[in-house]
């Protein structure tokens, strides 16, 4: 079914009387025609729900979407405390740069408590200042169980950005699903190796470094 503006705010108000909800899952496929501002309503009658634990919100293939989007789901991340699960995709828009994925991060470290994260950019406008940040929000959390984080064609990512992964891996005792996919960027292969030997050393079934 073809996803519109209406449509997205429609829902947006149906979630207004929700006010109980803990798990929500969206997923928007090759919609050319919604906008931020329909998106952003979205999230912020997502950030309404305060008993939200369970959050997927996927935007698959909508390369005009970018900035308010974005806003609204660190706005979301900041309002929603009872967050343990969220999985947040935005791949193939080439909108989102580090300012984006650092407000994302931002939202995210105002938790402690989340054990299952997901996050999928797609840019060649992401640098590791940008993937540090999220890096770093990501290992603030205290029990991280699931972790699955893609950067894709983000050629400014380099070694930097996986030397701190490196570094902050064994930090998170509870971890048994790791995968680290950073496609088309500057790493080199030695480093991703070098991380995955660690989850092979810890024997995590569920660990990828691609």
């Known amino acids: 079914t073809n996803v519109t503006d209406?449509?997205?705010v429609s829902i947006a108000d149906g979630?207004?009387?929700l006010t109980q909800l803990h798990k929500v899952s969206i997923i928007v496929f090759n919609e050319h025609w919604i906008t931020d501002e329909s998106v952003s309503k979205l999230c912020e009658a997502l950030a309404n729900i305060p008993t939200l634990a369970d959050v997927e919100l996927d935007i698959l293939s909508c390369p005009q979407l970018g900035k308010s989007t974005i806003q609204g789901v660190a706005e979301m991340l900041r309002k929603c405390r009872q967050i343990t699960k969220f999985r947040f995709g935005i791949p193939n828009c080439m909108n989102i740069g580090d300012d984006?994925?650092?407000s994302v991060?931002?939202?995210l470290r105002t938790h402690t408590k989340i054990t299952d994260l997901a996050f999928n950019f797609t840019s060649s406008l992401v640098t590791d200042n940008g993937a540090l940040d999220m890096i770093d929000a990501i290992f603030s959390q205290e029990r991280l169980e699931r972790i699955d984080f893609r950067l894709r064609n983000c050629t400014g990512v380099t070694d930097r950005t996986m030397a701190r992964v490196e570094e902050v891996l064994p930090s998170q005792p509870d971890l048994s699903f790791?995968?680290?996919i950073?496609?088309?960027t500057s790493v080199n292969n030695e480093m991703k190796e070098r991380i995955q030997q660690i989850g092979n050393t810890r024997k995590i079934r569920n660990f990828r470094v691609l």
Do not use: C, I, K, M
Request: net charge negative.
């Open 182 to 184: 950073v496609t088309n």
């Open 15 to 17: 979630l207004a009387s």
């Open 178 to 180: 790791f995968y680290f």
């Open 105 to 107: 991060a931002s939202g």
């Open 6 to 8: 209406d449509r997205l």
């Open 100 to 102: 984006e994925v650092s």
